[in-house]
Every structure is written in structure tokens, then in C-alpha cells.
């Protein structure tokens, strides 16, 4: 009996503070990748040059916008990519090789000018999403927290498990919403910490096993596995035999009629205008997306000349790890998915953190009421800042995205450091002010201030303010505006009414 | 059945764990040659490689990588770094050791990234002056 209490405590003690590691840095993951869900809509946002409205796809006119941006990238017959428009990507984007990405209007057939757009919100959001912007270190850092929240899953269901099995009556008012909010959430836990661990920490880690299952000829685990997965589907050689190709649109029906299932995203050539041209369709099932997302995706192969079908990928002829492979991917990076799945990620991230937080102050409490000292303080202030203070630093970093001109010489430093001083700024802010509520009640003043005067100064830089996005029915773009409008008059009502608010008088005196 | 279970595991590794590798070999002819692939052996070819200088942060050369996967091209007379560029994440700058025969000429340092260090000395800033406050309220308690 006694063994079993000490091992119950012991666990206890290592929930609570492996919790408070995992908390920051998990917390911080949770809001860019709650951010992130949006990329692609984020991404075109701020691409002033990709302010039109999404095309409707019988519309599209393939022969003129590939034969314009293979003009563009010097008229190259192999290896070359086409993305088609879609809804997260209006544009249609073309690559030869590595190459950086051309971008043509789907309206007007003409070249995007993206010179200097180079989709940096949507990138940090990201880059802080995965690896708090520290390279590698990070990757590893946020790898460790995800295997940490493994732990703290299983640990926290133990606990309630016994709580349950006791009768317990949990009184704490934060433990009660921490454990609730965490149960409710524990499919998206489960999902963001398996998949956030073995993103993390198995990239980072993966040359033993590569070492060991190659018996000591390579480190690379790619180098070994990649050739066997991502197979290239053409590997014929050029006949060096000129031959006149198909049109394009031509090609694209007869794919769509010989695979009426597969959402066409890309077009790959290879040996074009050669007899042995070959155009790659490829794309994910309308009817199976989970198993045929960015790592299985679908493709019909024609020959560039006769339109003939040489070959056909289907879910029966490609491995079944691949469809496990698949189904990890998508419910981590939903590619394909609109913006219903998209909001329900929003709010189920939402909710994730403020369960994360309210697990940080069962904790925080605690300590205040059994020790009372400013060591203790201190954490606090430090948790309004992460917590809170991140809200208006991020806010504060889309103003400046649209305030700095483009061609601002070290832009993305102003924009990038503009987001780390006005968080720094928070926390020294939540110190100067004696209680925490008052201080978060001052961000969420700041927030709306820069929420608002974002929607405004992209309006001014693109000429596109909201009412000529509703005008212009260009509704990403509207929805974008008009989602930020009202955050930033909801965060500025939230803040007036934050005293009267009977639930947030429970933060008082931290 | 053990294999299977590993090779399940590791497949996620595949979309990022390859790396860019490029070296820049010297002719002794005042000229170098440039060799791009990714560390699984595939081509870069299409990949953007510049040559910028270090002094101003000009591009002194530009070309995208072709189906050889390498470029021949003359040694700068200034300081110089390389970089390669495949798309996002696969980005690679490297310094170039390289120099031309009478080493390379001075070039008056215009290149300070001003913003980065106004906004890294703020930050800190903000930071040291948080915990100047606590202290003070420690002290004043």
C-alpha cells in the first residue's frame, strides 16, 4: 500500500512538472499551428498579386497559361511541374526542376509579378509551429515536448482513472477544466503528439537505424527508403525524335475521362515534345482523401503524343504502409481539406490550449498559496506573456507586414524582431503591472488596436479594402479582412467587459 | 514481421531527410566549377544558385543549376558567399574560400542588417528591464 502511494505520488510529481515544461513550449506550437491550419489562405492573403477571385475550372485554359510560363522558365522539356488552381491556390504555379515557382492568373493568363512576395507570415507562423524558429535545435526541442504529452496523456487518464475509481470530487476550480478540456480533447492530443513526436524527434534521429538496416553502408535513412516509396512513375529515356504533342487541355480530359476519381493538383512533363513525351496526372481520390494525401498521391500517366494511358496508380497497387503513411499526414496537415475541417481544427486548437494553461495554474496556485513568494509571481507574469501577451505580438505582426513598404531594405527582420520586441514588450508590461488581469486586459486593448489597423493598412497597400473585396466577390480575401475585423472589435468588447466577466475573477492576484 | 513494424516507423522520415550538399572546386584559371545535388543523389537541377556579396549583399551572379548539375563560373574579386536555393527549406549558404589569384579586393562594408540588431537589443531590453521590476518589487515587499 505504501509502495503504491509513493508510486502514485511520484507520478503525480512527474505529471506536474514534465507538464510544466511541455507547456510552453507546447502551448506556443498549438497557436502557430492553429495559425498554420490556414496557411494556405494566409499565404495568399499576403500575396498582393494573388488578390482575384478563385476560377471556376471549366474556365481554366491550360494550353495558354503553360505555354506562357514554360516561356517564362526558358522552355524546358523535362521535369517540369505544374500545380493547378485550386481553392487554396488560385494561382497556377509552374517549376522546372528546383526552380522557384512561376505564378499565372487563371483570369487573365498573365505572369504574376511575385518579386518581392515571398509568403513570409505564412512561413514563421510555420517555422514557429515546428521549430520556434530555432532550426534543427527546435525540431528537436518541439520532438522531446511531444513525447513528453504522450506521457502527460497517459499519465492524466491514469489519474482520472483513479479519481474515478476513489469517488473523488476534484474542488479546484482549475483542475476541474484542466482534466475536462483535456479529456474532451484527447483524440487531437493524441493525434498532434504522435505525430508532432515522430516529426520531431525521428527526422532528427533517423541515421542509426539507417546505419543499422543498411548493415553499415549508409546513415541516410531517405536515400534507402525514398527510391522504394516515392518511385518516379516515368523513368523512360528521351528517343531524342521530335514529335508534336497533344494539347494540353486534351491531355487533361483524356485523364479526367480515363480517371474520373482522381482531383487532379498537379501536371509533371517529362521529355516533352520527344516520342517518348510522358505527362504525369497526379492528384488524391475524391472518395478516399485520408489514404491518398501528400505522401500516396494518385497518378495517370499518358503518352504525350497519342494521349494513350501508360500507366494508372490506384489504392489496390500501392502499399498498405503508404496508406498508413497517408492517413498520418492527413490529419496533421489536412492539405486538402476546406475551411469547415479547417475551423473545426481551430476551435479544437483553441480549446487544446486553454486546457494547457489551465493545467499551468492549478500548479501556479498552489505554489502561491503554500509558499507565497515572487518567485512564484514571476512565473505567472511569465505565463501571461507566453499566454496572452503572444496574442497582440502576433497581431502586431501583421500590421507591420502591411505598414513596411515592400521593397524595405531587411524586411523581414523589421517584421520578424518587431514580433519578438513586442512579446519581450508584454512580458515586461505583465511585471509592471501589479495583477495579471490587468495586464491581459491591456493586450487585448493592444490586439484590437492592431487587428484593426491591419485590415485597414492591407486595404491601403493592395487598394483592395473590404468592401471592394465583397464588391469584387474575391472571398478569401473578404472572409480574411472581415474575420480580423471582428476579432479585433470582439477583442476590444472582451476587454471592456473583462471586469464584469465572473469566471476571470478567479485570475485575480496573479 | 519486426522489419515491417520499422519500416512503418521510419517512412515519415522521408519527406524531409534529404539534405542539399554543393561544393565549389578551383580550376586555377581564375574560374570555379559548381556541384549541386541532394545528399540522396538526386539532381538540383532548376535550383537558383547566386553569388552574393558579403561587403554589399549585391547578387553577382545568377543561374539556375542545369541538367549536368553543375556551373562553371569566374571567381569573384570580392568576398563572396554561395547560396543555393531549391525552395522552401532546402536552401543552402555557404562562404566562398575560393579567391582569385591577388585575393580579393576591399569593398567598404555596407552590409549591417540594422533591423535584426534593433530589434534583438529591444527584446532584450524589455527582458532585463522585467526582471530590474521584479527585483524592485522583491525588494520593496
Same mark, same amino acid.
Given at each position: 500500500?505504501?509502495?503504491?502511494?509513493?508510486?502514485?505520488?511520484?507520478?503525480?510529481?512527474?505529471?506536474?512538472?514534465?507538464?510544466?515544461?511541455?507547456?510552453f513550449?507546447?502551448?506556443?506550437? @498549438?497557436?502557430?499551428?492553429?495559425?498554420?491550419?490556414?496557411?494556405?489562405?494566409?499565404?495568399?492573403?499576403?500575396?498582393?498579386?494573388?488578390?482575384?477571385?478563385?476560377?471556376?475550372?471549366?474556365? %481554366?485554359?491550360?494550353?495558354?497559361?503553360?505555354?506562357?510560363?514554360?516561356?517564362?522558365?526558358?522552355?524546358?522539356?523535362?521535369?517540369?511541374?505544374? @500545380?493547378?488552381?485550386?481553392?487554396?491556390?488560385?494561382? #497556377?504555379?509552374?517549376?522546372?526542376?528546383?526552380?522557384?515557382?512561376?505564378?499565372?492568373?487563371?483570369?487573365?493568363n498573365?505572369?504574376?509579378?511575385?518579386?518581392?512576395?515571398?509568403?513570409?507570415?505564412?512561413?514563421?507562423?510555420?517555422?514557429?509551429?515546428?521549430?520556434?524558429?530555432?532550426?534543427?535545435?527546435?525540431?528537436?526541442?518541439?520532438?522531446?515536448?511531444?513525447?513528453?504529452?504522450?506521457?502527460?496523456?497517459?499519465?492524466g487518464?491514469?489519474?482520472?482513472?483513479?479519481?474515478?475509481?476513489?469517488?473523488?470530487?476534484?474542488?479546484?476550480?482549475?483542475?476541474?477544466?484542466?482534466?475536462?478540456?483535456?479529456?474532451?480533447?484527447?483524440?487531437?492530443?493524441?493525434?498532434?503528439?504522435?505525430?508532432?513526436?515522430?516529426?520531431?524527434?525521428?527526422?532528427?534521429?533517423?541515421?542509426?537505424?539507417?546505419?543499422?538496416?543498411?548493415?553499415?553502408?549508409?546513415?541516410?535513412m531517405?536515400?534507402i527508403v525514398?527510391?522504394?516509396?516515392?518511385?518516379?512513375?516515368?523513368k523512360?529515356?528521351?528517343?531524342?525524335?521530335?514529335?508534336?504533342?497533344?494539347?494540353?487541355?486534351? #491531355?487533361?480530359?483524356?485523364?479526367? %475521362?480515363?480517371?474520373?476519381?482522381?482531383?487532379?493538383?498537379?501536371?509533371s512533363?517529362?521529355?516533352?515534345?520527344?516520342?517518348?513525351?510522358?505527362?504525369?496526372?497526379?492528384?488524391?481520390?475524391?472518395?478516399?482523401?485520408? #489514404?491518398?494525401?501528400?505522401?500516396?498521391?494518385?497518378?495517370?500517366?499518358?503518352?504525350?503524343?497519342?494521349?494513350?494511358?501508360?500507366?494508372?496508380?490506384?489504392?489496390?497497387? @500501392?502499399?498498405?504502409?503508404?496508406?498508413?503513411?497517408?492517413?498520418?499526414?492527413?490529419?496533421?496537415?489536412?492539405?486538402?481539406?476546406? %475551411?469547415?475541417?479547417?475551423?473545426?481544427?481551430?476551435?479544437?486548437?483553441?480549446?487544446?490550449?486553454?486546457?494547457?494553461?489551465?493545467?499551468?495554474?492549478?500548479?501556479i496556485?498552489?505554489?502561491?498559496?503554500?509558499?507565497?513568494?515572487?518567485?512564484?509571481n514571476?512565473?505567472?507574469?511569465?505565463?501571461?506573456?507566453?499566454?496572452?501577451?503572444?496574442?497582440?505580438?502576433?497581431?502586431?505582426? #501583421?500590421?507591420?507586414?502591411?505598414?513596411?513598404?515592400?521593397?524595405?531594405?531587411?524586411?523581414?527582420?523589421?517584421?520578424?524582431?518587431?514580433?519578438?520586441?513586442?512579446?519581450?514588450?508584454?512580458?515586461?508590461?505583465?511585471?509592471?503591472?501589479?495583477?495579471?488581469?490587468?495586464?491581459?486586459?491591456?493586450?487585448?486593448?493592444?490586439?484590437?488596436?492592431?487587428?484593426?489597423?491591419?485590415?485597414?493598412?492591407h486595404?491601403?497597400?493592395?487598394?483592395?479594402?473590404?468592401?471592394?473585396?465583397?464588391?469584387?466577390?474575391?472571398?478569401?480575401?473578404?472572409?480574411?479582412?472581415?474575420?480580423?475585423? %471582428?476579432?479585433?472589435?470582439?477583442?476590444?468588447?472582451?476587454?471592456?467587459k473583462?471586469?464584469?466577466?465572473?469566471?476571470?475573477?478567479k485570475?485575480?492576484?496573479? | 514481421?519486426?522489419?515491417?513494424?520499422?519500416?512503418?516507423l521510419?517512412?515519415?522520415?522521408?519527406?524531409?531527410?534529404?539534405?542539399?550538399?554543393?561544393?565549389?572546386?578551383?580550376?586555377?584559371?581564375?574560374?570555379?566549377?559548381?556541384?549541386?545535388?541532394?545528399?540522396?543523389?538526386?539532381?538540383?537541377?532548376?535550383?537558383?544558385?547566386?553569388?552574393?556579396?558579403?561587403?554589399?549583399?549585391?547578387?553577382?551572379?545568377?543561374?539556375?543549376?542545369?541538367?549536368?548539375?553543375?556551373?562553371?563560373?569566374?571567381?569573384?574579386?570580392?568576398?563572396?558567399?554561395?547560396?543555393?536555393?531549391?525552395?522552401?527549406?532546402?536552401?543552402?549558404?555557404?562562404?566562398?574560400?575560393?579567391?582569385?589569384?591577388?585575393?580579393?579586393?576591399?569593398?567598404?562594408?555596407?552590409?549591417?542588417?540594422?533591423?535584426f540588431?534593433?530589434?534583438?537589443?529591444?527584446?532584450?531590453?524589455?527582458?532585463?528591464?522585467?526582471?530590474?521590476?521584479q527585483?524592485?518589487?522583491?525588494?520593496?515587499?
Amino acid at each position: 500500500m505504501i509502495l503504491e502511494n509513493k508510486y502514485i505520488k511520484s507520478l503525480k510529481i512527474s505529471h506536474t512538472y514534465l507538464g510544466i515544461f511541455a507547456i510552453f513550449f507546447f502551448y506556443i506550437s @498549438t497557436f502557430f499551428g492553429t495559425l498554420t491550419v490556414f496557411k494556405p489562405y494566409i499565404a495568399t492573403w499576403e500575396s498582393p498579386s494573388k488578390h482575384f477571385q478563385v476560377i471556376d475550372k471549366s474556365k %481554366i485554359n491550360l494550353d495558354i497559361m503553360i505555354t506562357k510560363g514554360l516561356k517564362e522558365l526558358n522552355n524546358p522539356t523535362n521535369n517540369v511541374t505544374i @500545380t493547378y488552381p485550386s481553392l487554396t491556390e488560385k494561382a #497556377l504555379g509552374m517549376r522546372y526542376g528546383f526552380s522557384e515557382n512561376v505564378y499565372i492568373n487563371p483570369h487573365t493568363n498573365n505572369v504574376l509579378p511575385t518579386n518581392h512576395e515571398s509568403q513570409l507570415l505564412s512561413n514563421f507562423f510555420n517555422k514557429m509551429h515546428y521549430d520556434i524558429n530555432m532550426s534543427k535545435v527546435g525540431q528537436f526541442l518541439m520532438g522531446i515536448t511531444s513525447i513528453v504529452m504522450i506521457f502527460l496523456t497517459i499519465s492524466g487518464i491514469y489519474l482520472w482513472l483513479l479519481n474515478r475509481k476513489k469517488r473523488a470530487v476534484i474542488s479546484n476550480f482549475w483542475l476541474r477544466w484542466h482534466k475536462d478540456l483535456s479529456l474532451l480533447m484527447l483524440p487531437y492530443i493524441i493525434v498532434f503528439s504522435l505525430t508532432g513526436a515522430v516529426l520531431g524527434i525521428m527526422l532528427s534521429l533517423s541515421s542509426p537505424f539507417a546505419y543499422s538496416a543498411s548493415n553499415g553502408i549508409e546513415t541516410n535513412m531517405s536515400k534507402i527508403v525514398r527510391p522504394i516509396i516515392f518511385s518516379n512513375p516515368v523513368k523512360i529515356k528521351s528517343e531524342n525524335v521530335k514529335a508534336t504533342m497533344l494539347s494540353y487541355s486534351r #491531355l487533361y480530359d483524356i485523364a479526367k %475521362i480515363n480517371y474520373p476519381i482522381l482531383n487532379i493538383s498537379t501536371i509533371s512533363l517529362f521529355n516533352w515534345n520527344d516520342k517518348n513525351a510522358r505527362i504525369v496526372f497526379r492528384g488524391n481520390l475524391i472518395n478516399n482523401r485520408i #489514404l491518398t494525401s501528400r505522401t500516396n498521391r494518385m497518378n495517370i500517366v499518358l503518352n504525350g503524343e497519342t494521349g494513350e494511358v501508360v500507366s494508372k496508380a490506384t489504392l489496390d497497387n @500501392t502499399h498498405k504502409v503508404s496508406h498508413a503513411l497517408s492517413a498520418f499526414y492527413f490529419f496533421h496537415f489536412i492539405t486538402d481539406e476546406g %475551411i469547415l475541417v479547417r475551423l473545426i481544427y481551430l476551435i479544437t486548437g483553441i480549446i487544446f490550449a486553454i486546457g494547457l494553461v489551465f493545467g499551468l495554474f492549478v500548479w501556479i496556485e498552489k505554489k502561491i498559496k503554500k509558499e507565497n513568494n515572487s518567485y512564484f509571481n514571476i512565473i505567472s507574469k511569465i505565463s501571461t506573456a507566453f499566454s496572452i501577451g503572444i496574442i497582440p505580438a502576433t497581431a502586431f505582426t #501583421l500590421c507591420l507586414y502591411w505598414l513596411f513598404p515592400f521593397n524595405l531594405e531587411n524586411r523581414d527582420s523589421w517584421i520578424i524582431g518587431g514580433f519578438y520586441s513586442m512579446w519581450s514588450f508584454t512580458f515586461c508590461y505583465s511585471v509592471y503591472k501589479k495583477d495579471s488581469i490587468d495586464a491581459a486586459k491591456d493586450f487585448f486593448y493592444l490586439n484590437a488596436i492592431f487587428l484593426i489597423s491591419t485590415v485597414f493598412l492591407h486595404g491601403n497597400t493592395t487598394n483592395l479594402f473590404l468592401w471592394n473585396s465583397f464588391e469584387q466577390s474575391i472571398w478569401d480575401i473578404f472572409y480574411i479582412d472581415l474575420f480580423l475585423l %471582428i476579432l479585433g472589435i470582439g477583442s476590444a468588447f472582451f476587454a471592456i467587459k473583462m471586469n464584469k466577466i465572473k469566471f476571470l475573477n478567479k485570475f485575480k492576484g496573479y | 514481421m519486426i522489419k515491417k513494424i520499422l519500416f512503418t516507423l521510419m517512412f515519415p522520415l522521408l519527406l524531409n531527410a534529404h539534405t542539399l550538399i554543393f561544393n565549389a572546386l578551383d580550376n586555377e584559371d581564375g574560374t570555379m566549377e559548381i556541384e549541386a545535388m541532394f545528399s540522396t543523389g538526386r539532381s538540383t537541377e532548376g535550383a537558383n544558385f547566386k553569388i552574393i556579396s558579403i561587403a554589399t549583399s549585391q547578387i553577382l551572379y545568377e543561374k539556375r543549376i542545369p541538367t549536368s548539375g553543375s556551373l562553371i563560373v569566374d571567381v569573384p574579386k570580392e568576398a563572396y558567399t554561395l547560396l543555393l536555393d531549391s525552395g522552401p527549406g532546402h536552401q543552402l549558404e555557404k562562404n566562398g574560400d575560393i579567391k582569385p589569384k591577388n585575393g580579393f579586393q576591399e569593398v567598404v562594408i555596407k552590409n549591417i542588417n540594422f533591423a535584426f540588431y534593433f530589434t534583438l537589443i529591444l527584446s532584450i531590453l524589455f527582458i532585463l528591464l522585467a526582471f530590474i521590476l521584479q527585483f524592485l518589487k522583491i525588494k520593496k515587499n
